[in-house]
């Protein structure tokens, strides 16, 4: 990345057929957007609150998301997709501040989660080479320590735009999951993409196996959730994966988070589960979705999933502007900021309980009847919590950590 790129193209590619969605540009440090004719034409909302479709110039404010609208900034990696970024330029001799978001979104290209592509497109190739996961797994540790350049080009690739803190690699898997080959672009003839996480420093040897639990526990409870898998290691209790939902065979799907879509930072806690259904109705216009997302603050909130911030939900658009809620993702235990809830429960952020679920519920008018069997469907499946844990090995110690801070919120 020797120049700096000054203008970027975007388009939709939703593998059956691809258009144009408009120009970025950046003069005196401000970028500025324009749409397509085509796209307006079509009458496609990529970002219905954030960017709504308007002829013109859009110029976007700095803030929070670096000169991007939130849209865009959906398609840029970042926690550990942007330290193994920056640390490959600082070893090329480059200041990471001295990179534009425009230099950053072509080096995701035409390989980022969901279906928007950006031109230039100087991303990083990968190649087919089978993976070995704890051998990724030794890598990610030694960059995480600083120890390692050799191996940025690979974990660069293997990434793609994925985001969130914790090391994670994009991975095609076979059908009897046993052949796994990297998955950030053409997979090989009976592959699926799939996604797989790594401990991070902050994480115990089990983080794979309490999210994988959480995954079961989840779709016990109704929630809507892709398919899981605990890949086996040598050196851990299993590193848990997570079949891309942006992605259909050869179909892909226009991919924007809550945070994106509603120009919010995630970092703030400014958010409140009211906010996340009143979207959800509007977007999908669909009672079934919004009862999907219901279902993921129920659980969320009696699981002590604290980390529900706007960058955890996300909505996917077909090739026709249809949105749904997407399956749900990094669900696990945490504790919050300040060991609050990430998004609030009827403005209550510390101490949610089932009380404010049930008026969570009549709020968006939900059925009592229904309400009821769904904080019911919750509780009866998180309480499988010790015995599923056990089986796949998490520490005694987190077992009970979790099961009181459960026991604490049902009371």
């Known amino acids: ?78 926690g550990w997709g942007r330290l193994l970024m920056d640390r ?18 072509a080096y995701v290209g035409s390989f980022g989660m969901g279906a928007l592509t950006y031109e230039p497109d ?51 898997v076979d059908n009897d999951r046993r052949h796994i080959t990297s998955g ?8 699926e993409p799939w996604l797989v996480k790594f401990s991070n420093r902050q994480d115990g040897s089990d983080a794979g196996a309490i999210e994988y639990v959480y995954a079961l526990m989840a779709k016990e409870a109704g929630v809507a959730m892709p398919d899981v898998h605990l890949f086996s290691s040598q050196n851990t209790a299993g590193y848990f994966a997570v079949k891309r939902f942006d992605r259909d065979g050869n179909i892909k799907f226009h991919m924007s988070t ?8 995630f970092r703030i806690p400014s958010l409140d589960y009211e906010d996340l259904l009143n979207l959800t109705s509007m977007l999908t216009k669909d009672i079934r979705e919004v009862e999907k997302m219901y279902r993921l603050a129920v659980f969320n909130v009696l699981a002590h999933n604290r980390d ?28 919050g900021p300040n060991g609050e809830q990430s998004t609030m429960v009827m403005g209550e952020g510390k101490n949610p309980r089932i009380s404010h679920l049930l008026k969570l519920g009549d709020e968006i008018k939900l059925p009592k009847k229904l309400i009821a069997e769904i904080i019911d469907q919750t509780r009866a499946a998180l309480a499988t919590w010790p015995d599923l844990a056990k089986l796949h090995g998490v520490a005694t110690t987190n077992i009970k950590i979790v099961s009181r801070a459960m026991q604490e919120i049902a009371k």
Request: net charge negative; proline share 5%.
């Open 1 to 78: 990345m020797s120049r700096s790129i000054r203008e970027v193209s975007v388009a939709l590619d939703f593998g059956t057929e691809s258009y144009p969605v408009g120009r970025m540009a950046m003069r005196n440090g401000v970028i500025y957007f324009e749409y397509d004719d085509a796209l307006i034409q079509k009458g496609i909302e990529i970002s219905p609150i954030g960017l709504p479709l308007q002829r013109g110039v859009v110029e976007f404010p700095r803030r929070p998301f670096e000169g991007l609208a939130g849209v865009f900034n959906d398609s840029l990696p970042d």
């Open 88 to 105: 490959l330029l600082r070893s090329q001799g480059i200041f990471p501040d001295s990179i534009s978001s425009l230099d950053r979104l």
């Open 122 to 172: 100087i991303s990083v190739s990968d190649g087919q080479e089978f993976v070995d996961l704890d051998h990724l797994a030794t890598q990610t540790e030694e960059v995480i320590q600083g120890s390692s350049e050799e191996v940025l080009t690979e974990l660069i690739a293997l990434n793609g735009s994925s985001a969130g803190a914790r090391p994670k690699a994009l991975i095609a």
């Open 184 to 191: 950030a672009r053409e997979m090989p003839q009976g592959f």
């Open 258 to 265: 809550v945070s994106g879509l509603l120009h919010s930072d």
């Open 308 to 335: 529900d911030h706007g960058k955890n939900f996300s909505f996917l658009m077909d090739e026709k502007g249809g949105w749904r809620l997407a399956p749900a993702y990094d669900l696990t235990f945490s504790r």
